[in-house]
């Protein structure tokens, strides 16, 4: 969902997680974990300092070069969780801009470390130490 704030600066809001069933890449995300997760990230929120990046990779330190964008929300609803991002007026920003200007399709997802177990069914259940690090850009 693109959204555009009183500046027009560009904003989008994603579901990034539905917790405790299997998600497309088999993964099953604890809804107390990411609520830990969340309730940790609510004041690098609230401070305008979590910023994310185009591709996500396994790195657990963001880098301000890098940065494309910066969260500023995340809300839960029910076993549902979204944020919303606003694109920073930077190199991989305005990379990002023009993604958004000419309809390219991408997502938003977790960029996380932790330990993870396989479920009977063969689901990657995410573990307890599990912890979120910022929302990056891939390709949809």
């Not at 995300?29 to 929120?45: A, D, F, G, T």
């Not at 964008?69 to 839960?76: D, P």
């Not at 029910?78 to 007026?89: A, G, P, Q, Y």
């Amino acid at each position: 969902n693109l959204l555009r704030g009183n500046n027009m600066q560009e904003k989008f809001s994603s579901q990034v997680f539905e917790c405790d069933k299997p998600n497309a890449n088999k993964r099953i995300y604890p809804k107390h974990i990411i609520e830990q997760n969340i309730e940790r990230l609510n004041e690098s929120v609230q401070n305008r300092s979590l910023l994310g990046e185009l591709e996500s990779n396994s790195n657990t330190i963001i880098h301000f070069g890098n940065a494309s964008h910066i969260v500023s929300e995340i809300r839960q609803e029910d076993n549902k969780f979204f944020v919303e991002i606003e694109v920073l007026d930077t190199p991989y920003g305005k990379i990002l801009q023009s993604l958004i200007k000419n309809n390219v399709k991408f997502a938003i997802i977790p960029r996380g470390v932790g330990s993870a177990t396989t479920d009977a069914e063969g689901n990657t259940v995410i573990g307890d130490d599990y912890k979120i690090i910022t929302f990056d850009i891939i390709a949809d």
